[in-house]
C-alpha cells in the first residue's frame, strides 16, 4: 500500500499583475489539479476556477456511485479514469456556459491537467501544456504531450527541441477547456511506487526552467512543501514572466496497521 503527501503553491510572478492560474489539493478523494487560466484581465482567472472546482466536485460526487456520464464510457480506461475525463469534459462545458451567459467573457479558456489515483493506480488528464511530470530513480519523465503549435512542430519534425524552447509562437495552445464546442481530453494510466515524485505545473514553471534544472531540484529530496518553494523561487530567479503554479506529490510506503 501506498500514502501520498501533497503540497501545492502559486504565484503571480514578476511582471503579470494577477494570478490567472488555480490549483486544488484534494486528499480524500486523491484528486489534484493544476489550471492555468487565459483571455486577459481577471477572464483567464474565472475560467481557471470554474474548470478546477467543476473537476473538484464532479470527482466528490462520483466517488462512491456512478452518475450519469456526460461521455461514453471507455473500457479500455479504469473507473477513476474515466471519472476524470468525464470531470474535465464537464468542466469545459462550464466553462462555456459561463461564456455564453456573458458575453464579456468571450475569449477566456483554460488549461489543465489532473491526477486521480486509486490505491497504487494513477491517471492523468490534460488539454493544453499544463504538464505532469514523474521523477523516479534519478529520472526525470515527462507524463503529458503539450497542446501547443510548436510542439506539433517538434512531433512532424520541422522544428527541433532547442528550436521549439525559442520559438515566438511556444505559448499557442491548440487545446483548451472553452476554445472548440467540443473538446479532446487525453488520458494516461500508469503505476505509483513508493519513491515516485509526480510534479504537476503550469507553463510558467517550464518557461521558465529546463528539464534538467526541475530534475536537479527534485533530487533534493526535499519535502514536497520546501520543493514546492524552491521550484517558484528558481521561475522567478530566471525572470518570472508567467504566473507560475505547482503540486507536488510523494508517493510513500503507507505504514503497517498495527
Known sequence: MIRIRAAGLSDVGLTRTHNEDCFEIDPGHLAYVVADGMGGHSHGEVASRIAVKAIREFVELTADHDSTWPIAYDSKLKRHSNRLKAAVRIAHDKVLK??????????????????????????????????????????????????????????????????ARAHPLKNVVTRALGGETDVLVDVREFEMVPGDLYLLCSDGLTTMMSDEDIAERLAAKLPPDDLCRSLVRDANARGGLDNVTVVLLSVEEAPEAS
Open 98 to 163: 459561463a461564456i455564453r451567459n456573458d458575453a464579456s467573457l468571450a475569449g477566456m479558456g483554460t488549461t489543465v491537467v489532473g491526477l486521480l489515483a486509486n490505491k497504487s493506480t494513477a491517471a492523468v488528464a490534460h488539454v493544453g501544456d499544463s504538464r505532469v511530470y514523474r521523477f523516479r530513480d534519478g529520472k526525470l519523465e515527462l507524463l503529458t504531450q503539450d497542446h501547443t503549435w510548436v510542439n506539433e512542430q517538434v512531433v512532424a519534425g520541422y522544428l527541433s527541441e532547442d528550436q
